[in-house]
């Protein structure tokens, strides 16, 4: 069981940068990956990054690559996804989920456990 409650959202011009918290709890958690999914109205949910809380290796979507990065405080039992370079079309709910992903990482049925999700937004 892994219970998981993000914050840090709100709105930024283009260009801005935002900090998503996802603060985990739960005997599974020290074993899972965390990945940042997000939704936008109309549009399917997307996988953004994930992290392996265990070993720390991370995976990106090509289209947050060089401006997104994930990042974990094993000792606050936190993952962040720091949001640089922000533009309209990173507009949506962001989720954190917790699973281990067997096959593709972006997959939403890999994982087992969801947030509520965090709005962001951004203006041109």
């Known amino acids: 069981q892994v219970n998981l409650v993000e914050s840090g959202g709100g709105s930024v011009q283009a260009g801005g940068s935002l900090r998503l918290s996802c603060a985990a709890s739960g005997p599974s958690y020290s074993s899972s990956a965390v990945a940042w999914f997000r939704q936008s109205p109309g549009k399917e949910r997307e996988g953004v990054a994930l992290v392996y809380v265990g070993g720390g290796g991370t995976a990106y979507a090509d289209s947050v690559k060089g401006r997104f990065t994930i990042s974990q405080d094993n000792a606050k039992n936190t993952v962040y996804l720091q949001m640089n370079s922000l533009n309209p079309e990173d507009t949506a709910i962001y989720y954190c989920?917790?699973?281990?992903?067997?096959?593709?990482?972006?997959?939403?049925?890999?994982?087992?456990?969801w947030g509520q999700g965090t709005q962001v937004t951004v203006s041109s």
């Open positions: 989920a917790a699973g281990l992903p067997a096959t593709r990482w972006v997959r939403e049925s890999e994982y087992d456990y």
